[in-house]
C-alpha cells in the first residue's frame, strides 16, 4: 500500500513536499514514480527513481524545479517541489513499479496510492 501526504494549498514560488510511505518489506526493489492529474486532463508523468535511488528521470515541465528522492531506510519517496506554479495544481499520486526500468507510462505501474490534492494559488 501506498500512503501519499504533504499537499495542500499553496502559493506561487513555494516549495512543499510530497512524501509517500510504503507498506511492505521489499519497497527497495520498487521503482517509484510520481504523477499527476489536473482536472479533465489526463494523469502524467511527473518523474520516477529506480531501485538505488542513483537514477532519475523528469518531465520536461517540472525539469530543475521538482526533486524526487527515496529513504528505503523509511519505506518512503519524496517529491520536492520548488517554485510552484499555478499550472502544477493537480492531485499528485505516488506509484510503484516491479521492475528496476524507469517508465513513463501509467500502465507500466503495479500499486498507486490515493493522491494528494496540490493547489498553487497566483
Known amino acids: 500500500q501506498l500512503q501519499a501526504s504533504g499537499g495542500g494549498s499553496v502559493q506561487a514560488g513555494d516549495s512543499p513536499r510530497l512524501s509517500c510511505a510504503a507498506s511492505?518489506?521489499?519497497?527497495?526493489?520498487?521503482?517509484m514514480g510520481w504523477f499527476r492529474q489536473a482536472p479533465g486532463k489526463e494523469r502524467e508523468f511527473v518523474a520516477a527513481i529506480n531501485w538505488s535511488g542513483g537514477i532519475t528521470y523528469y518531465a520536461g515541465s517540472v525539469k530543475g524545479r521538482f526533486t524526487i528522492s527515496r529513504d528505503n531506510a523509511k519505506n518512503t519517496v519524496y517529491l520536492q517541489m520548488n517554485s510552484l506554479k499555478p499550472e502544477d495544481t493537480a492531485v499528485y499520486y505516488c506509484?510503484?513499479?516491479?521492475?528496476?526500468?524507469?517508465?513513463?507510462?501509467?500502465?507500466?505501474?503495479?500499486?498507486w496510492g490515493q493522491g494528494t490534492q496540490v493547489t498553487v494559488s497566483s
Open positions: 511492505g518489506r521489499t519497497f527497495s526493489r520498487y521503482v
Open positions: 506509484a510503484a513499479r516491479w521492475r528496476n526500468t524507469i517508465e513513463i507510462r501509467t500502465t507500466e505501474y503495479d500499486s
